[in-house]
């Protein structure tokens, strides 16, 4: 094999193993299941839909964000000083750790938190709500 053709291998796999980051897995769950509605970076839709980014209900309720995500949310909250009161279905399609990752990018690239998401968490979480409560 030729020497570029190696780095080029080579850059191709560092790539490739980048996207396996909680992250980026992360980003690419909440553009396919969430964007339509919560929007691209996170910010709703004026007083229909609540934001994601930057959302106090997001930092103030991150021990529900797993039940959240896996069952959805109905009837009134209140998201920075907004009242809502619509429906969002669940998402049961998706594992513990695709949650997790999805939780880790909304906490950590929309909501600027510090402290990481750990799996041990959001199973805890998932637990408590798939036997009734929340
Ligand atoms: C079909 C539209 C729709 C989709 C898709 C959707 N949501 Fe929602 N989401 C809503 C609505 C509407 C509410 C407000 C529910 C209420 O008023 O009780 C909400 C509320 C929320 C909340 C709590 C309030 C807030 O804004 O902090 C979180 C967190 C959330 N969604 C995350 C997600 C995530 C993560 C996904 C993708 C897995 C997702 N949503 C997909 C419509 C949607």
Do not use: W
Not at 14 to 33: I, S, T, W
Not at 56 to 61: F, G, K, P, S
């Amino acid at each position: 094999m030729s020497k570029s053709l190696g780095s080029l291998l080579l850059i191709v796999l560092l790539f490739a193993a980048c996207d396996y980051k909680p992250r980026n897995q992360g980003r690419v769950l909440y553009e396919r299941n969430c964007q339509s509605c919560h929007m691209e970076s996170g910010q709703g839709l004026g007083r229909l839909l609540p934001p994601v980014a930057n959302a106090d209900y997001v930092v103030e309720n991150r021990a529900e964000l797993a039940c959240i995500i896996r069952h959805g949310i109905s009837g009134p909250i209140e998201v920075n000083g907004v009242a809502y009161e619509g429906e969002m279905e669940g998402n049961l399609q998706l594992t513990d750790v695709e949650i997790n990752n999805l939780v880790h990018y909304i906490l950590v690239d929309l909501n600027d938190q510090k402290e990481h998401y750990v799996i041990g968490e959001v199973r805890e979480q998932l637990v408590k709500c798939s036997q009734g409560g929340k």
